[in-house]
């Protein structure tokens, strides 16, 4: 499978906004949910938010609902993050993740995270947000 690729991330000064964009033309049937992740300093990697293959439903963690939306292009070859409001506690490094539903995680790096075993990442882009 072609890699995930991140592009967007950058230095914000608090109450900015950046869109985070990620290449995924290997992921758009609808075996593959889509998500973005971050890890933050010290801290274990988090979902941030997804789609659902073959599906328009959505799903934020609580942290970033209201301010951040996540939404693919019409071919479904780009996965977007549209990040406001940013807040100097979003500063990470943020992941795009491709994953199967239902299923365990068997090998290599991989997040369960609402039902979907993600074991398909981009290299990460930085976001950092200063106060």
């Known amino acids: 499978q072609a890699p995930l690729m991140e592009d967007g991330g950058g230095s914000v000064q608090a109450g900015g906004s950046l869109v985070l964009s990620c290449a995924t033309s290997?992921?758009?049937?609808?075996?593959?949910?889509l998500a973005w992740f971050r890890q933050r300093p010290g801290k274990a990697r988090e979902g941030v938010a997804r789609?659902?293959?073959?599906?328009?439903?959505?799903f934020y963690a609580g942290s970033v609902q209201g301010r951040f939306t996540i939404s693919q292009g019409n071919n479904k070859n780009t996965l977007y993050l549209q990040m406001t409001n940013l807040q100097p506690d979003d500063t990470a490094m943020y992941y795009c993740?491709?994953?199967?539903?239902?299923?365990?995680?068997?090998?290599?790096?991989?997040?369960?995270?609402?039902?979907?075993?993600?074991?398909?990442w981009g290299q990460g882009t930085l976001v950092t947000v200063s106060s």
């Open positions: 789609v659902y293959s073959g599906s328009p439903r959505t």
């Open positions: 290997a992921y758009r049937d609808s075996t593959y949910d």
């Open positions: 993740a491709a994953g199967i539903r239902n299923v365990d995680c068997n090998g290599g790096y991989c997040r369960r995270w609402a039902g979907t075993a993600f074991n398909t």
